[in-house]
């Protein structure tokens, strides 16, 4: 061997396990595309006053055991493709090197994944007039409405009746998600409520799960 290689290989070589022991995880072309949508979602959520400060968090799943999850503390409508920070769908945990924190709601995107295979995309918002129906709340009902439709009744002629799980602190989200979340999932509507905060919704793409919050909130103004 050459000294040149002598003095490469010992460098490769550490090059390689540091790479296996923390690799750098980027999102593939597929991966890309849906967290550009996920970011132009994300602006609208934002811009229509569901994301406000830096509320609001966002996913995408198309991988076993990753996902792309929004940054925690930065402002939404800010938010570009290639802001998402991956995420180890089994162990909760951070891949790679990441600057960014993710959000403290992630369990929730994380138990709605690890329960529904179809769920490619999580999207949570605080529309604000689902915030002031659902205030004391421990049920949703709607009759009589023509966008009852797109999330989940045959007609406007039946009655829809949406389970609200109990708002969670900080602390408790974590149990909340081990032991209840099942409960308060609507699979039909594909999406959770939570009481006076907000709604989660998945599907196979960021702006049908755009579309099913906009139908709730539309719901909750009476006018459709
Ligand atoms: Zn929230």
Excluded at 21 to 28: A, D, F, G, I, Y
Excluded at 113 to 121: I, L, V
Excluded at 152 to 179: D, I, K, M, W, Y
Aim: hydrophobic residues 35%.
């Amino acid at each position: 061997m050459s000294e040149w290689a002598l003095e490469i290989f010992p460098y490769l070589k550490g090059l390689a396990l540091s790479y296996l022991e923390n690799p750098l995880v980027t999102p593939s072309p597929l991966e890309k595309c849906f967290l550009r949508d996920m970011a132009e979602v994300a602006k609208d959520c934002y811009y229509r006053g569901w994301a406000p400060a830096t509320s609001g968090n966002f996913s995408v799943h198309l991988r076993r055991n990753l996902v792309w999850q929004s940054p925690s503390g930065v402002c939404k409508g800010r938010l570009t493709g290639s802001s998402f920070i991956p995420i180890s769908l089994e162990s909760q945990a951070a891949w790679g090197f990441s600057l960014g924190k993710p959000s403290e709601e992630m369990p929730v995107h994380l138990g709605i994944y690890r329960r529904h295979d179809e769920a490619r995309c999580v999207v949570h918002a605080h529309p604000p007039h689902f915030i002031k129906h659902s205030k004391g709340k421990s049920e949703l009902v709607f009759e009589g409405y023509e966008i009852q439709k797109a999330v989940g009744s045959e007609s406007f002629c039946e009655q829809l009746t949406f389970r609200v799980a109990p708002n969670q602190t900080r602390e408790g989200l974590e149990g909340f998600c081990h032991e209840q979340l099942e409960t308060y999932l609507h699979t039909q509507a594909k999406l959770i409520m939570f009481e006076g905060h907000g709604i989660y919704a998945w599907a196979d793409s960021p702006l049908k799960a755009l579309q099913c919050i906009e139908a709730v909130e539309s719901l909750c103004t009476g006018k459709n």
